[in-house]
């Protein structure tokens, strides 16, 4: 009897399993077909009146689900960092700090690169990042140089980079910035003596399978909203404003 | 309305139970009992009905969880910014418990039956002082119904210090955040975020938040061997550093062989760790004199 609800619990594990690799499989299998579909379908309808010479029209075709998911410098469309400073001001509420939890078990420097440059341009002052074996943390330099990379690659040679301050464990340097574009890139690990100036994380993004805070700033997340994205590999720009729409929309009681 | 609703699962429940048992069940579950009033407001109730029902849910689980042999589980009832409701809801809220702390007190034969022990966490300082003294009899009246579990040195000084942590947490009603609960203790646990409020928590709502503890037992507790690994390794460094200042500080100049250090070492070790069990007696005892302080304030009153 004891075997029989073993086997019935491993076939039940199973069927999540398949459960969840199909709902992921066919969500990016939608996603694709349907920016297929959409870009075919604009490309037939626009090509004539594009050819006609309609400037409206051009801005339509323009606007692509492709071009939303990464708007970069490639695009000729306005500045990417002044669509970026429109969609933070979009906003209701922008979180002042916002932390990237990564709970897969290989973490890509380029991707985390890319949403911290995004968070940037948006208008978030503080960034922590952090994974369960403080990959990030040992490789800091090699992060901060794929950022630096990120940002000319998404921001061209539009304006002056971002000022990122590096802050980690055991510093207490906190500038608070008068430069313009100051931002501040936090690594933190469960103690962090010299982070009183640095206002709590309010908005966590997970990333990854597992459903755990994993040690991540134990002290700081009383308040903080959890939002979960089911990977960090290869996320777009879509991926983050989604996340930063949702937590704009969120309402906190306090207890009240 | 009692602490434990009796009543067997029916057969799909029992059958569905003994399969999640098959695999890695949660020794100690969190709750976070959010949407009482969303609840009450949907149902056209006063907002101390939407209380009343949730309580009454509260003891639901918990057969459901003596069903499913999770010993311990931890609820989110008050915090302290709870306090800036409505005179007439935190009232309603005072009197709610206190009913039920006196109903615990009438039940104690039953809850002894059912081997349950009740552990009362925060600054009870807050409370009103008769609730005080009803939880404070509670608390000493069920003690003994079952063992203890000790772990690191801060996890002891919180007012948790008895409980090891939570395995799984659940928040009901929606809400993704932590709210200021256990935030210490649930670092390594499992969360789970469900969309139903609590006065409408079913026995297969329980069942899906194991369910997800199940599938992610593996990859926390490999980060939670890593976490321990990490901290023992500090622990030992640290310890290490001070065994070498105290050396050279006592020492005359000369080099010291790795034998002497070895021996200072856990020398040192020894002392820190005497030191550590005297503050923690020295706690515990603090805190089972506020218990017993207030039951003979009582009695004498």
């Not at chain 1, 949403?115 to 090699?142: E, P, T």
């Amino acid at each position: 009897m004891v075997m029989l609800y073993g086997l019935l619990w491993r076939l039940l594990l199973l069927l999540v399993h398949v459960n969840r690799a199909l709902v992921s499989w066919l969500r990016v299998r939608l996603q694709s077909w349907k920016s297929r579909l959409w870009e075919r379908a604009m490309a037939s309808l626009l090509l004539p009146l594009a050819l006609a010479g309609f400037p409206e029209q051009q801005k339509k075709l323009n606007r692509t689900p492709g071009a939303d998911d990464n708007p970069s410098h490639a695009n000729g469309g306005p500045s990417p960092r002044l669509r970026y400073i429109s969609d933070g001001m979009s906003l209701q509420k922008l979180p002042v700090h916002i932390g990237f939890l990564v709970t897969e078990e290989e973490p890509s420097y380029t991707d985390i690169a890319n949403l911290v440059v995004w968070c940037m341009a948006v208008g978030i002052s503080y960034i922590s990042v952090y994974d369960n074996h403080d990959i990030f943390q040992k490789n800091h330099s090699r992060l901060l140089k794929e950022i630096e990379r990120q940002q000319r690659h998404l921001m061209g040679g539009d304006g002056h980079p971002y000022n990122v301050e590096f802050l980690s464990n055991g510093s207490d340097k906190c500038h608070n910035g008068k430069k313009k574009s100051k931002v501040t890139f936090v690594f933190f690990v469960l103690f962090f003596p010299g982070a009183k100036t640095i206002p709590d994380p309010e908005l966590v993004v997970k990333f990854g399978p597992v459903d755990s805070t994993l040690g991540f700033l134990p002290w700081h997340i009383r308040l903080t909203e959890f939002i979960f994205v089911p990977s960090h590999r290869d996320v777009s720009y879509k991926d983050l404003l989604g996340a930063l729409k949702l937590y704009s929309s969120c309402q906190q009681r306090v207890g009240q | 309305m009692s602490w434990i609703k009796e009543g067997e699962l029916n057969i799909i429940e029992r059958i569905s139970a003994n399969v999640l048992k098959a695999g890695p069940m949660p020794k100690h579950v969190a709750f976070i009992m959010d949407g009482n009033r969303r609840f009450a407001h949907i149902n056209n109730m006063e907002r101390q009905d939407g209380h009343t029902q949730g309580f009454n849910k509260l003891a639901e689980t918990l057969r459901w969880c003596k069903h499913l042999n999770i010993p311990e589980v931890t609820v989110y009832a008050f915090s302290i910014e709870n306090f800036k409701r409505t005179q007439e809801e935190v009232d309603g809220l005072m009197d709610l418990a206190r009913q039920k702390f006196e109903r615990l007190l009438e039940e104690r034969e039953n809850l002894e039956k059912h081997g349950v022990c009740i552990r009362v966490l925060g600054d009870l300082n807050l409370l009103p002082l008769d609730l005080q003294q009803a939880i404070a009899k509670a608390v000493l009246a069920t003690k003994n119904h079952n063992n203890d579990v000790s772990e690191t040195l801060i996890t002891e000084c919180l007012y948790s210090n008895k409980s090891p942590n939570p395995d799984l947490l659940i928040r009901t009603s929606g809400e993704v955040r932590l709210s200021d609960f256990l935030l210490w203790q649930t670092s390594h646990s499992c969360l789970v975020f469900q969309s139903v409020l609590w006065p409408e928590y079913s026995f297969w709502n329980l069942c899906e938040a194991i369910l997800q503890y199940q599938l992610n037992h593996k990859s926390i507790q490999k980060a939670r061997e890593l976490h321990r690994e990490h901290q023992a390794s500090l622990q030992l460094e640290a310890d290490r550093l001070c065994t070498a200042e105290e050396l050279q500080h006592h020492g005359n100049g000369k080099p010291t062989d790795a034998h002497t250090r070895q021996e200072a070492l856990l020398h040192y070790i020894t002392c820190r760790e005497e030191r550590v069990q005297n503050f923690l007696t020295a706690l515990k005892h603090k805190r089972d004199l506020f218990f017993h302080d207030l039951c003979i304030e009582a009695t004498t009153a």
